[in-house]
Structures are given as structure tokens and as C-alpha cells.
């Protein structure tokens, strides 16, 4: 949608042949993708992959997780915003002002179109074998499903286009939902009758993937307006036959979850789908200042721990953007009852291996610190609640060198508690972005949702027993028993909640708020109002400023320009 409306010409992707004996998915660039190309059996495979690459746009890219993660009871407005999305902002989040609106949307369609290209040219295609087209044809509708399921998600009725474009038209409307759904199903169903139980690299996408999908575009649509009587059924059915034959799929939950998003670990057992990264300048801008394409999600959650005494940027501790804030509701959440003092947060793990509290000396004599403060000792500390003056003052006496306490109280736009899942050590340079593959699902979410469908369906006990696998996972040695619910405490609400605590920050919060019609209630009742501090400035306009119609996105002002009206707008965006 560059230069016309889901014009196959948008199609200057950076594709690749692809390899089974390689790794990853393997690139190999071509100036376009063209029908000629297309036909031939290197063509189809680099056309599949460059399918897959159109999903670097979105995740672990700045406008995808503001999309995603931001203007949600979980994390609010840090030191900068982005197309209004976290503050609801009426004066930015509009058609023709929200560019990340208009991208995501430009993007998804031209890597659908991609999708349908190779569709239609698998067909004819010579040079490979029955078995690999299948394998193709299957991936190829997995991914196709996975667009349009982001596209209706955001924005409602979106234009339902299933076969390959190849000039440009203004012949183009919004399909009802239930239509897109019907569709998304359809290639799901025939992705699981067709792919292949495992990877060939990582990367790909996989039976296990789309049995996932499955029971999540069923649960999805239990709460919209195309539901069907038996979708939560069938979010039961397809999340318990993953589940039931997890060995078959070669996957299962982290023992441990500090595993789960330790770095080198993105290909684990716990992961169902992630976007590969790479440093190859050809396809990912590496540069500190031109990223376009790369994994920059360290970047929006870390907070400007650089402005603190004894402390400098560095490359373990991550470019500190400070985007994305997490809401008191999101670090409370960790605490279970009966726990009070230096006992908040310690029988759920989650939160003291997800998030980083503590930081390290790296610049002894940095931001008015002392020359005396030895490098590796603590720096700053996050203790998540109010200490006593007492204890205050000792730490402020301490030898060599006091370090900084920064209390709730004292959480601002530019210090609070840091979200680790997308840290990246590894980086090339202090400001670059990572090469991390990015995970998009993972198996602890099909429990969640085998228990949410349970759940609608009367089987409490069998949504208690999915349920308290995650939680009691998460619990420390020697108190998992406390970690356990019960049914009389299983409610939608509960469900939301373990929902943060297991899947905080990973591009789901908006999608299950608006699903379960919880987004306006949710972001009115636990995100802060600004306030003026001390130190700074904490809190988000975005209860303010939500509105109900905010559970879609605008659909970008140049789409209806372009088509003379047959795509509307949303309401509320006129």
C-alpha cells in the first residue's frame, strides 16, 4: 500500500531462498518479487519468506508495541509517546495523524498479498516436490490468518483479500468481521490438516502454532459480534490437543520460569512462534539511528537508569528509552495475600525474574556519584514499597558509597521498575538494537486459554487444574501450594489478571482487554493520573482521555481517500 491501494507492486521485499539444512531462515535479496519469479521454485520459497519478514515490522518494532502494549492497565505514558496510543490522545490518535496506525495497516496488506502470491503460484509451480508445496501452501495460510487476525483485532471490518493483486485498484471495501474470522479459521483448519508437527528451522511456523491460533481465534471471537455457539468449545478442543500432545510437537512449559525469556533461550521448548532477527545490514538497519526492521523492544521498556549516580549507558544495561511505565496495578499484582515487608513478591517468582530492581555500579563517580562507589557494587534499588527512615539513613551512611532507593512514591516517567524479557547483552554497540528473535507465542499461554474456555463452559475444575500449572510453575520452592486457586475464585477478571502476570509486556494486553470488554473499565480503574513529583512526573492521561470507541483503531484517512469512500471510518474517528 506504498504507492496504491494493496498494490502488489509494494512488494520490494528483501526475500530468501530458503534451505532445510540451514539453521534459520535463510535470506537471499532480490530487488522485487515478481510473477516471473514467483513460478519458479526459488521463487516461491523466497516469496514464503518474505512473508515471514513483513512480521519484523511489527514486533519488536517501536509502532507494533505501542500498538500492542501501551494504553492498558499494564504499562502507561513514559518520557515520549507515539501516535497518541498510550494517552488515547484526541488530538494525534486520528486517521490522518496516527502514522502507526497507517503503517501497520500498509504493512499487514502488503505481506497478505505476498501470502496470496505464493498461494496462487504454488499451484503451477515446477521443481518441487508434493510434499513441499503442501508445506508451503500450509505456512503460507498460517501467516496469511496471523495478518488478518492483527487487522481485525485493531481495526474492526478491514478489507478481506484472498487472491493475488497485481495492478492497483479502488475496488476495495470493509468485509464484516465475521467474514475475516470465517476466513482466518478456514486457513488455520487447513494449516493444522497440512503442516509439519515440528520446524524444519527456527522461525517457522508449525502444527503446534496453528492448533494455538486456533483456540485463540475461537476464544476471540466468543466475545465479538460474529460469535458461534460452540467457539468456546472449540477453544477447548484445540488448546487441550495441544496440550495433551505437547511431546508429540516437541514442546512443554520451562521448569523455571526465569528460562522462559533468558537470552540465547527464544528457540526453547516453551516457544510456539518468534520473528528471527539477524545483523545482516541487507535486511535489518542495525545502525543506532535507523533501525527500521530490528528488535528494538530492550530499548522501550528500560528506564533512564544512565542519569543515576555511578552509572553510564552501556551495553549489558540496554538504551534506555523509557516508553513504556508499568502501572502500580502491574507491579502489585505480584503480591499475594499475607505478604507485607521485604515478603512482597517473593512466593510469586514472576515478578523478581521478569522485572530488574537492582542496578550495578558501571561508572564510579558518574552523575554526581562518589569516585569511591566500586564498580559491580549496587547503584540503585527498586525495593517495590516504603522503608522505614531507619533504614533510609543506613543506607544513605553506607561505606563506600550510599546508593540510590527510589520507592513507589518516588516512581516517575523516567525511574520505575524495568520489565527484562527483551534484554539484550549481546548487542553490538551501546545504542544498537538487538538480534534477538522475538517471541510472539508461547505454551503457557494455551493454558490460559484452556482455562478461560473451561471456564465459559462450566468445567471449572478442568479450567482450575490449567490454571494453577502456570501459577504453580511460578511459585517458590516450598510455597507453590500457596500459588493454587480454588473455583469460587475463578472469574474473568482473575483470568485477566494471570493473564499480566504471565504475559506482561508480550503484545497480547490490549487485544485481551478489548476482547473481554474490559479495556475502558480497566485503563479508568488501575492507570494513574498524572501527578507532579519531587523528582519528576508520573501517571498518564489515558483514563481520562479513553473513550469507548478506542477498542478499534482509526483506519488510515489515505485508505478512504484512495477508494473514493467504500472504506469507511470507524466511529468515533470522524
Same mark, same amino acid.
Given at each position: !500500500?506504498?504507492?496504491?491501494?494493496l &498494490?502488489v507492486l509494494?512488494?520490494s521485499?528483501?526475500?530468501?531462498?530458503?534451505?532445510?539444512?540451514?539453521?534459520?531462515?535463510?535470506?537471499?535479496?532480490r530487488?522485487?518479487l515478481?510473477?516471473?519469479?514467483l513460478?519458479t521454485?526459488?521463487g516461491?520459497?523466497?516469496?514464503?519468506?518474505?512473508?515471514?519478514?513483513g512480521?519484523?515490522?511489527?514486533?519488536?518494532?517501536?509502532?507494533g508495541?505501542?500498538?500492542?502494549?501501551?494504553?492498558?492497565?499494564? %504499562?502507561?505514558r513514559g518520557?515520549?509517546?507515539?501516535?497518541?496510543?498510550?494517552?488515547?490522545?484526541?488530538?494525534?490518535?486520528?486517521?490522518?495523524a496516527?502514522?502507526?496506525?497507517?503503517?501497520?495497516?500498509s504493512?499487514?496488506?502488503?505481506?497478505?498479498?505476498?501470502?496470496n502470491?505464493?498461494?496462487k503460484?504454488s499451484?503451477?509451480?515446477?521443481?518441487?516436490?508434493?510434499?513441499?508445496?503442501?508445506?508451503?501452501?500450509?505456512?503460507?495460510?498460517?501467516?496469511?490468518?496471523?495478518?488478518?487476525?492483527?487487522?481485525?483485532?485493531y481495526?474492526?471490518?478491514?478489507?478481506? !483479500?484472498?487472491?493475488?493483486?497485481?495492478?492497483?485498484?479502488?475496488?476495495?471495501?470493509?468485509?464484516?468481521v465475521?467474514?475475516?474470522?470465517? &476466513?482466518?479459521?478456514?486457513?488455520?483448519?487447513d494449516?493444522?490438516a497440512?503442516?509439519a *508437527?515440528?520446524?524444519a528451522?527456527?522461525?517457522?511456523?508449525?502444527?503446534?502454532?496453528?492448533?494455538?491460533?486456533?483456540?485463540?481465534?475461537?476464544?476471540?471471537?466468543?466475545?465479538?459480534?460474529?460469535?458461534?455457539?460452540? *467457539?468456546?468449545?472449540?477453544?477447548?478442543?484445540?488448546?487441550?490437543?495441544?496440550?495433551?500432545?505437547?511431546?508429540?510437537y516437541?514442546?512443554?512449559?520451562?521448569?523455571?520460569?526465569?528460562?522462559?525469556?533468558?537470552e540465547?533461550?527464544?528457540?526453547?521448548?516453551e516457544?510456539?512462534?518468534?520473528?528471527?532477527?539477524?545483523?545482516?545490514?541487507?535486511?535489518?538497519?542495525?545502525?543506532?539511528?535507523? %533501525?527500521?526492521?530490528?528488535n528494538?523492544?530492550s530499548?522501550? %521498556?528500560?528506564?533512564r537508569?544512565?542519569?543515576?549516580?555511578?552509572m553510564?549507558?552501556?551495553?549489558?544495561?540496554?538504551?534506555?528509552?523509557?516508553?513504556?511505565v508499568?502501572?502500580?496495578?502491574?507491579?502489585?499484582?505480584?503480591?499475594? &495475600?499475607?505478604?507485607?515487608?521485604?515478603?512482597?513478591?517473593?512466593?510469586?517468582?514472576?515478578?523478581?525474574?521478569?522485572?530488574?530492581?537492582?542496578w550495578?555500579?558501571?561508572?564510579?563517580?558518574?552523575?554526581?556519584?562518589?569516585?569511591t562507589?566500586?564498580?559491580? *557494587?549496587?547503584?540503585a534499588?527498586?525495593?517495590?514499597?516504603?522503608?522505614?527512615?531507619?533504614?533510609?539513613?543506613?543506607?544513605?551512611?553506607?561505606?563506600?558509597a #550510599?546508593y540510590?532507593?527510589?520507592q513507589?512514591?518516588q516512581?516517575?516517567t523516567?525511574? %520505575?521498575?524495568?520489565?527484562?524479557k527483551?534484554d539484550?547483552?549481546?548487542?553490538?554497540?551501546?545504542?544498537?538494537?538487538?538480534?534477538? #528473535?522475538?517471541i510472539?507465542?508461547?505454551?503457557?499461554?494455551?493454558y490460559l486459554i484452556?482455562?478461560?474456555?473451561?471456564?465459559? !463452559?462450566?468445567?471449572?475444575?478442568?479450567?482450575?487444574?490449567?490454571?494453577?500449572?502456570?501459577?504453580?510453575r511460578?511459585g517458590?520452592?516450598?510455597?507453590?501450594?500457596? !500459588?493454587t486457586?480454588?473455583a469460587?475464585?475463578?472469574?474473568?477478571?482473575?483470568?485477566?489478571?494471570?493473564r499480566?502476570?504471565?504475559?506482561a509486556?508480550?503484545?497480547?494486553?490490549?487485544?485481551?482487554?478489548?476482547?473481554?470488554?474490559?479495556l475502558?473499565?480497566?485503563v479508568?480503574?488501575?492507570?494513574?493520573l498524572?501527578v507532579n513529583?519531587?523528582?519528576?512526573t508520573?501517571?498518564?492521561?489515558?483514563?481520562?482521555?479513553?473513550?469507548?470507541?478506542?477498542?478499534?483503531? #482509526?483506519?488510515?484517512?489515505?485508505?478512504?481517500?484512495?477508494?473514493?469512500?467504500?472504506?469507511?471510518q470507524?466511529?468515533g474517528y470522524?
Amino acid at each position: !500500500m506504498k504507492k496504491s491501494f494493496l &498494490s502488489v507492486l509494494g512488494l520490494s521485499l528483501l526475500l530468501a531462498a530458503t534451505g532445510c539444512d540451514k539453521d534459520i531462515l535463510d535470506e537471499d535479496p532480490r530487488s522485487i518479487l515478481v510473477p516471473s519469479f514467483l513460478g519458479t521454485a526459488q521463487g516461491i520459497q523466497a516469496g514464503l519468506a518474505g512473508v515471514y519478514s513483513g512480521l519484523r515490522n511489527t514486533y519488536g518494532g517501536e509502532e507494533g508495541l505501542f500498538f500492542g502494549v501501551t494504553g492498558t492497565d499494564e %504499562f502507561m505514558r513514559g518520557i515520549q509517546s507515539l501516535s497518541g496510543l498510550d494517552e488515547y490522545n484526541p488530538a494525534i490518535l486520528t486517521p490522518a495523524a496516527s502514522s502507526a496506525a497507517t503503517n501497520q495497516w500498509s504493512n499487514w496488506y502488503r505481506y497478505i498479498n505476498n501470502a496470496n502470491g505464493v498461494l496462487k503460484y504454488s499451484a503451477t509451480v515446477q521443481g518441487l516436490t508434493p510434499a513441499q508445496v503442501k508445506q508451503i501452501v500450509a505456512e503460507a495460510k498460517l501467516l496469511r490468518a496471523h495478518y488478518y487476525f492483527l487487522l481485525m483485532q485493531y481495526y474492526g471490518d478491514v478489507p478481506l !483479500m484472498l487472491e493475488f493483486i497485481e495492478a492497483p485498484t479502488k475496488d476495495i471495501a470493509r468485509a464484516p468481521v465475521a467474514a475475516v474470522y470465517a &476466513s482466518i479459521i478456514a486457513d488455520l483448519n487447513d494449516a493444522v490438516a497440512n503442516i509439519a *508437527d515440528r520446524a524444519a528451522q527456527p522461525g517457522r511456523v508449525t502444527k503446534a502454532l496453528a492448533l494455538h491460533m486456533l483456540a485463540k481465534a475461537h476464544l476471540t471471537r466468543a466475545t465479538s459480534t460474529a460469535r458461534q455457539a460452540d *467457539d468456546y468449545a472449540k477453544a477447548a478442543q484445540f488448546a487441550k490437543q495441544l496440550i495433551d500432545n505437547r511431546a508429540t510437537y516437541g514442546i512443554d512449559l520451562e521448569a523455571d520460569v526465569a528460562d522462559v525469556h533468558r537470552e540465547g533461550n527464544e528457540n526453547g521448548k516453551e516457544v510456539l512462534f518468534n520473528i528471527q532477527f539477524n545483523a545482516d545490514a541487507t535486511f535489518t538497519q542495525q545502525e543506532p539511528f535507523q %533501525f527500521q526492521g530490528a528488535n528494538q523492544s530492550s530499548f522501550f %521498556f528500560r528506564s533512564r537508569y544512565d542519569l543515576l549516580p555511578n552509572m553510564t549507558r552501556d551495553i549489558p544495561n540496554g538504551r534506555p528509552f523509557a516508553r513504556f511505565v508499568p502501572t502500580p496495578y502491574l507491579v502489585d499484582s505480584y503480591i499475594l &495475600s499475607g505478604e507485607t515487608g521485604a515478603q512482597l513478591r517473593t512466593t510469586d517468582t514472576r515478578y523478581n525474574k521478569w522485572f530488574k530492581t537492582v542496578w550495578s555500579v558501571n561508572s564510579p563517580g558518574s552523575n554526581g556519584g562518589r569516585a569511591t562507589a566500586v564498580r559491580g *557494587d549496587t547503584a540503585a534499588w527498586y525495593p517495590g514499597r516504603e522503608l522505614p527512615a531507619a533504614t533510609l539513613t543506613r543506607i544513605a551512611n553506607r561505606t563506600p558509597a #550510599p546508593y540510590r532507593v527510589i520507592q513507589p512514591s518516588q516512581y516517575t516517567t523516567e525511574y %520505575f521498575p524495568v520489565l527484562n524479557k527483551y534484554d539484550a547483552v549481546n548487542r553490538t554497540g551501546v545504542n544498537n538494537p538487538s538480534t534477538r #528473535p522475538f517471541i510472539v507465542y508461547r505454551f503457557a499461554e494455551t493454558y490460559l486459554i484452556a482455562a478461560e474456555a473451561f471456564m465459559y !463452559m462450566g468445567n471449572l475444575p478442568q479450567a482450575v487444574a490449567y490454571i494453577n500449572t502456570v501459577r504453580e510453575r511460578a511459585g517458590a520452592v516450598g510455597r507453590k501450594n500457596l !500459588m493454587t486457586i480454588t473455583a469460587s475464585q475463578l472469574n474473568i477478571d482473575f483470568i485477566l489478571d494471570e493473564r499480566s502476570r504471565e504475559l506482561a509486556g508480550e503484545y497480547m494486553r490490549w487485544h485481551d482487554l478489548v476482547r473481554t470488554g474490559k479495556l475502558v473499565e480497566r485503563v479508568r480503574a488501575k492507570v494513574p493520573l498524572v501527578v507532579n513529583r519531587p523528582n519528576g512526573t508520573y501517571g498518564s492521561a489515558a483514563a481520562a482521555n479513553i473513550r469507548d470507541f478506542h477498542v478499534l483503531r #482509526p483506519i488510515p484517512q489515505q485508505e478512504i481517500d484512495r477508494t473514493g469512500g467504500k472504506i469507511t471510518q470507524n466511529p468515533g474517528y470522524n
